[in-house]
Structure formats: structure tokens, C-alpha cells
């Protein structure tokens, strides 16, 4: 049996010592042979200290202290130290990581401690590969999030304006008129549509027509609350959705603060370049309750307006609009 426990010890892939109080080896295994380069032979019966010089450090001779005249056992990780064994000359001990057991042994009255250690290079470097996958992959993860995030805005807004566009108007007038609902509340829908835009664009080209709409963007948003919203739908038309209001008169009052917004010129590469609205208005639950019906009914008041001369607002009335 004793023999095969030798071997055994031999073959094991980890290293094992034991060593007396004095610190002197007197077990050395196949793996620290192989590891170090030392045979049994010229360790045994040698103090430890000579044979493993980082056991010279006292935080390692206090473990070893505890061990053997303590009983203690106590592990060390290699996340946290150096590795204990040095290997065989001309290879770099810093490439490798060890984690140490250090165990109480006992036999005829006589104290050891058993000294083991576990190669953890390999072990170690797969997780820095792993965790550098997984930093990678959390970099690549936050890309693609930033990605969607920037596609989501862009199909959801104006490229020119920045507004909300058809699609983003489409959705918050959706929750809108469910919000409503729930709350009993009521909103307006604003058709807006800019007087003489295409003589604009006729007279001073599409880049200065451009910073028009620009213009005429930054107005809308500027004269309406927070809680309201703005959208491009296209060309020159624009949508607003006035939330909770509190009866109908409160969207004319809306219209009537746009109008005057739009009083100042827009000045354009030092051209002033006069600019009206004409606005059509429809009043959720009054005037329906379908988003499409809500912006067809504002659209064909607004085009009450156009008719009559332009410049001004009206409210949808189902006699007078139902032939747009």
C-alpha cells in the first residue's frame, strides 16, 4: 500500500510537500520534481526557506507556524498572491498562478503540515479570456443598444426640423386620446399649415425654404406647453396635439398665441421673410374619437381657412367642412 501511495503521489497533478516543525522537507512529489526542476533527492531533508524562498515572507512562515503548532489549515488563491512554487529556472514565475492548501498532519505525537498546490495558470488565463469576451461582448452590446436607439430617433423624427414626425404624431395621439379617455379629459388636434410656402421656395430656393420650416418648427414648439406636442407630417404641414384642456375655447387661445408668434419675420440669409398659419382644429370627444378622423376633421377646417384668405384658425364644423 505504502508503495502505492508513492506512486500515486508521483502521478498526482498538483503539488505536494509536507514538512516537519523545523521546516524541513521531508515529502517532495513528482509534480514539484517536474515543476521545479529539484529531485526528491536534493530536497528532502533541506528546510523549506532554502528550497522555496517565497516561504520566507512572514505572512507564509505564519501560516506554516499556525499549522503546525495550531492545527490551522488555510487556503491561499492565487487571485490574491504570487505563485508560491518558483518554476525551474529561466521560466517567468509571474506567467504562473497557484492556489495553496495548507493542512495540519499528525502521527506518533508529531506535528506536519502537508503543503498543497494547485496549478491555476490555464485556469486563470481562461478567465481573463473570459471576462475579456464578456467586456467585449458588453462593449458590442452597448453599441448595438446605442445603434437602435439612434435608428429608433431617426424613424421616428424629422430630419430636417427634429420634430416628431407622421409616424412618431401617429403613436402620441394615440396615447393621447387614451389618456383622455381614461381621465375623461379632451384635446385638440392642430392641422397647421404655413401660408405661401411654395412662392418662398420659388423666390429664394429650397435651402433658404429649408430654414423656413426650421424656423417655423422651433416657433411651433416655442408657444406650446411641454405637455403638448409638435410633429411634422410633411412639406410644410404640422400637427399639434394640446392635451387636458380644459373646454374647447383653450385651443383658440393656442391658435391665437401661434399667430402672433409668426408676426416677426424669419430672417434667412439677410432675406425677413413673412410667414402666416392657417390652423384647422378638432376637439376630442366632440368632434370624435379616432385619431384619423380627429387630424381629417382639423385638416378640412384648416381648409376653411385657406379658401377664406388665408392666416387665422377655425374650428371643425361638421356643416361647413363636411365638403373640405
Wanted: charged share 25%; glycine share 6%; proline share 2%.
Amino acid at each position: 500500500m505504502d508503495n502505492l501511495v508513492i506512486q500515486a503521489l508521483g502521478k498526482i497533478n498538483m503539488g505536494i510537500l509536507i514538512i516537519d516543525r523545523q521546516l524541513k522537507v521531508i515529502l517532495w512529489n513528482g509534480w514539484l520534481e517536474r515543476f521545479t526542476g529539484k529531485s526528491k533527492e536534493e530536497v528532502i531533508g533541506r528546510n523549506l526557506l532554502e528550497v522555496c524562498p517565497r516561504f520566507k515572507l512572514n505572512m507564509y512562515q505564519n501560516i506554516l507556524q499556525n499549522a503546525l503548532y495550531q492545527g490551522q489549515s488555510r487556503f491561499c488563491s492565487s487571485a490574491l498572491h504570487k505563485a508560491f512554487i518558483l518554476p525551474k529556472e529561466n521560466e517567468d514565475e509571474h506567467f504562473y498562478k497557484q492556489n495553496m492548501h495548507v493542512e495540519p498532519l499528525y502521527e506518533n505525537g508529531r506535528n506536519y503540515a502537508m503543503i498543497q498546490i494547485s496549478d491555476m495558470t490555464n485556469t486563470s488565463t481562461r478567465v481573463y479570456k473570459l471576462k475579456n469576451l464578456i467586456k467585449e461582448l458588453d462593449v458590442e452590446y452597448n453599441k448595438v443598444k446605442i445603434s437602435e436607439k439612434i435608428s429608433k430617433h431617426l424613424s421616428m423624427h424629422d430630419s430636417l426640423t427634429g420634430l416628431p414626425n407622421r409616424r412618431a404624431f401617429n403613436e402620441r395621439l394615440i396615447w393621447a386620446i387614451n389618456h383622455a379617455e381614461r381621465s375623461e379629459g379632451r384635446l385638440a388636434v392642430l392641422f397647421v399649415d404655413t401660408d405661401g410656402f411654395k412662392q418662398i421656395n420659388d423666390t429664394y430656393g429650397h435651402e433658404v425654404g429649408d430654414q423656413v420650416l426650421v424656423e417655423t418648427a422651433k416657433r411651433l414648439k416655442e408657444n406650446i406647453r411641454s405637455t403638448d406636442s409638435v410633429a411634422r407630417l410633411s412639406g410644410d404641414e404640422f400637427s399639434i396635439i394640446l392635451n387636458q384642456l380644459n373646454d374647447d375655447h383653450d385651443a383658440e387661445v393656442v391658435c391665437e398665441k401661434l399667430g402672433t408668434a409668426f408676426i416677426a419675420p424669419i430672417e434667412v440669409s439677410s432675406n425677413f421673410i413673412h410667414l402666416s398659419l392657417s390652423i384647422g382644429i378638432s376637439v376630442y370627444p366632440r368632434h370624435g374619437e379616432e385619431p384619423a378622423e380627429l387630424l381629417r376633421y382639423a385638416d378640412q377646417a384648416m381648409y376653411r381657412i385657406k379658401k377664406n384668405g388665408k392666416s387665422g384658425y377655425a374650428m371643425y364644423d361638421s356643416q361647413r367642412d363636411q365638403y373640405g
